[in-house]
């Protein structure tokens, strides 16, 4: 049972932080060509696909984490370096609560009512946003991966 969860948990991680990666590193500059209308139109079509599935991936993470800690490392007590990769973790989960709630909202709906200006007022604070989960998730991932090893 360890083992399903451990892989449900990289995966989770794994997928989470490297399509933020994929977005920051990849997406955002190749599609600075684009319009204001059709960047944001983009951006939200990209942010609401890949939002529906970061709510599964945390639910994963957390159930597959906390489930490891209990049944394999005893619980909180003997954690040990789990304790970092919880708070991190955690940390990434609030920030992107964060964005989900407020600059995602404004833009998705700037973009249905067809306020351009408002939903590229938005884009800059969602970038910052997704900057900060990416370096975050990265650190979760370290911590997590290198384990008693750091």
């Given at each position: 049972?360890i083992g399903v969860l451990k892989v449900i948990h990289l995966l989770a991680a794994v997928l989470w932080i490297g399509g ?131």
């Amino acid at each position: 049972m360890i083992g399903v969860l451990k892989v449900i948990h990289l995966l989770a991680a794994v997928l989470w932080i490297g399509g933020v990666f994929y977005a920051y590193v990849v997406l955002r500059p190749s599609v600075s060509y684009l319009s204001g209308p059709d960047r944001v139109t983009l951006w939200d079509r990209v942010f609401t696909r890949f939002f529906r599935w970061v709510w599964v991936l945390i639910a994963a993470l957390l159930i597959s984490g906390y489930g490891m800690l209990f049944s394999a490392f005893g619980g909180f007590a003997s954690a040990g370096y789990l304790h970092a990769m919880q708070l991190f973790g955690w940390l990434t989960i609030i920030v992107f609560a964060v964005l989900a709630f407020g600059p995602y909202r404004k833009l998705h709906a700037a973009v249905a009512a067809e306020d351009w200006a408002d939903a590229g007022e938005t884009i800059p604070r969602i970038r910052r946003l997704v900057h900060v989960i990416l370096w975050l998730g990265v650190v979760s991932i370290v911590v997590g991966g290198g384990g008693s090893y750091l």
